[in-house]
């Protein structure tokens, strides 16, 4: 059964560096094609892909975040990390790890429970 | 970058008629590259479709996809009282990545 589990702070300030974990299971980074990405969703509106990392070690970040976002794996530790610099309130929102489909990466197979952030001082 | 509009952005139906949700791109989408989700208050979205027309693992066959080039859609045939949510369209291309619609609401009439 694969399974994502996202942590982190439910709450950070205004320039402060967000970091989150996803831990998973059921299946492994290291196994050709297999992928993870993070998508986030601000509290009433809609989903917002932000990176993914691939099991070779590739790296792909969204256009409009690529400059506060780093993306890296523990394979050894089944987790895929996220850090986000500069964090403003309109970073506000439940943040989700989730599997990309395997074989077409077109589309995101298992999603964990997600983790709500919020940005205030 | 492909903007997904979807529509109509409230959906009101009556369990057992057939809903059908409309998604469209603002470039062509090769029709693999296209999927669907069901999201409940307070649940991550669960995977409907994929590849425009591919049900997911486990989604029963009342949940069926078509369309390409830039319009997809979504259709439920018999709306299950546990159908009532919100739907997304998603896409699969180059920077971004993947993008998303706005959703569409389907609630009880």
């Known amino acids: 059964q694969v399974t994502l589990r996202e942590s982190g702070p439910a709450l950070v300030k205004p320039t402060q560096t967000l970091t989150l974990t996803c831990t998973f299971s059921?299946?492994?980074?290291?196994?050709?094609?297999?992928?993870v990405s993070w998508i986030r969703q601000p509290p009433g509106k809609a989903l917002e892909w932000l990176a993914r990392?691939?099991?070779?070690?590739?790296?792909f970040y969204s256009t409009s975040l690529k400059t506060r976002l780093t993306i890296s794996k523990d394979t050894s530790k089944n987790q895929v990390v996220l850090t986000m610099t500069n964090m403003d309130p309109v970073d506000t929102a439940t943040y989700y790890c989730?599997?990309?489909?395997?074989?077409?990466?077109?589309?995101?197979?298992?999603w964990g429970q997600g983790t709500m952030v919020s940005v205030s001082s | 970058e492909i903007v997904l509009t979807q529509s109509p952005g409230t959906l009101s139906l009556s369990p057992g008629e057939r809903a059908t949700l409309s998604c469209r791109a603002s470039q062509s989408v090769s029709s693999s590259y296209l999927a669907w989700y069901q999201q409940k208050p307070g649940q991550a979205p669960r995977l409907l479709i994929y590849?425009?027309?591919s049900r997911a693992t486990g989604i029963p066959d009342r949940f069926s996809g078509s369309g390409s080039g830039t319009d997809f859609t979504l259709t439920i045939s018999r709306l299950e009282p546990e159908d009532f949510a919100v739907y997304y369209c998603?896409?699969?291309?180059?920077?971004?990545?993947?993008?998303f619609g706005q959703g569409t609401k389907l609630e009880i009439k």
């Open positions: 998603q896409q699969y291309g180059n920077s971004p990545l993947y993008t």
């Open positions: 990392i691939d099991w070779d070690g590739d790296k």
């Open positions: 059921g299946f492994s980074l290291s196994t050709s094609g297999m992928c």
């Open positions: 590849g425009a027309s």
């Open positions: 989730a599997r990309v489909l395997v074989g077409g990466r077109t589309a995101f197979d298992i």
